[in-house]
């Protein structure tokens, strides 16, 4: 059974910066690209950025390109998403997600099978 556990959201002020964890378990976490989403109140879930399994290629939403960076350590079973230059645009529930078999990053929602339970991300003006 995957199990995807994040943490690391919390309330910063515009400008400041915060860096999501993300633990997986249950399976060989390297053989499955990796994403994070986020979900503002009354707003559709929206890609943010993914990473291949070995953490060779990434790609990102444009409106965080330049000031987010998702990694993966491998070894640790854990991708991360740092966010920099925090908007107050930016504040959303956060969401760690599992590829269902893609090695190779993607951006489609519906690529992705195994969901974290979410960890909220305030900016304040």
């Known amino acids: 059974q995957v199990q995807l556990v994040e943490s690391g959201g919390g309330l910063v002020q515009a400008g400041g910066s915060l860096r999501l964890s993300c633990a997986a378990s249950g399976r060989t976490f390297s053989m499955y690209a990796m994403g994070w989403f986020r979900q503002a109140a009354g707003k559709e879930r929206e890609f943010v950025a993914a990473i291949s399994g070995g953490g060779g290629v990434t790609g990102y939403a444009d409106s965080v390109k330049g000031r987010f960076t998702i990694s993966r350590d491998n070894a640790k079973n854990t991708v991360y998403l740092q966010m920099n230059s925090l908007k107050p645009e930016d504040t959303a529930v956060y969401y760690c997600?599992?590829?269902?078999?893609?090695?190779?990053?993607?951006?489609?929602?519906?690529?992705?099978?195994?969901w974290g339970q979410g960890t909220q991300v305030t900016v304040s003006s």
């Open positions: 997600a599992g590829a269902r078999s893609s090695y190779y990053y993607t951006r489609t929602r519906n690529e992705y099978a195994y």
